[in-house]
């Protein structure tokens, strides 16, 4: 068998995941057939028969886990696995299940916790996308040289990796100016709901042997797992220590963040990439562990 990559690997536990919850529910109702469908499919049948093994393994225990705690799943009458392009606007859900009661979402993970990898330039404007207020000039006149320098090393069809300067000249004046913007203007309520998404969801963390699921009952919807509050203030936004890459949020209510600004491409481009994880999450966020056997 080909070796596959991490995506790839995410992409069979999506799948796998979907599999297990039609099979428990006897068949019925299929997984709806479509792009992303086929596409995680294809990458399932991609893994060796070992690694499929473990994953409807795992798959399986989160499935008898979900529909003994969750009774809408009992009346599902369509499961569909979305299109990434769902996750980059408000819904970071991999796959949902349709049913009489209303839906469900799943948020599969397979050895990674990440949010969202927003992508920064000169023109795009995440104050906007994520919280609903565009970046002021300051931002702009700050990041606007980085930018236009980054757009000569590409001309000069420079590897990112040559950048010697890279730490002191591009990434920390970008992680500078975002922590200025935000602890201005940002609305940490609504661009929390933007990363983590807009409606309620369960996150399934798959990792060799282990099994994490995750209630994020924002809106109460949820038939398992308590309620959680969304954050009213900021109260901290620093850059990491002894990092230069990394800016930390802090919010009330127990919730932060992580904001790894990183280059997407080996060849320097006009173009970045932040890496958003949440490091920090209330104490009474509900979790169930389960081990499995995944040797």
Known sequence: MS??????????????????????????P?????????????SYDRINPLERSKILKAAREVVDFMIAHDERLDHTEKIVIQSDMKGHYED????????????????????????????????????????????SEDYWTTIGPVFQQLQQYTQRRMKFSEITDKHD????????????????????????????????????????????IQSFNLDGTLKWGNKLSLPNRIIDCEIKDRSTTTALMYMDEGWSLSFRIHSARSLAEPSLKFDVR??????????HYILYDGE
């Open 3 to 28: 070796n596959v990559t991490q995506t790839e690997s995410g992409k069979a536990w999506e799948y796998g995941l979907a599999k297990a919850f039609e099979c428990q529910l006897n068949g019925y």
């Open 30 to 42: 299929p997984v709806e057939v479509n792009g992303p469908k086929t596409k995680s499919q294809n």
């Open 92 to 135: 970071v859900c991999d796959i949902i299940l349709y049913t009489q009661l209303g839906e469900v979402g799943f948020s599969a993970k397979n050895r990674h916790n990440a949010l969202k990898h927003s992508r920064l330039s000169d023109s795009i404007d995440f104050g906007q996308q994520w919280y609903g207020i565009p970046f």
């Open 169 to 212: 000249h591009i990434y920390l004046p970008i992680l500078h100016a975002f922590i200025q913007e935000t602890k201005r203007f940002a609305d940490c309520k609504q661009m929390l709901r933007y990363l983590i998404g807009v409606y309620d969801f369960y996150k399934v963390m798959k990792e060799n042997g282990t099994i994490l």
């Open 278 to 287: 949440l490091t920090g999450v209330p104490p009474v966020l509900t979790n």
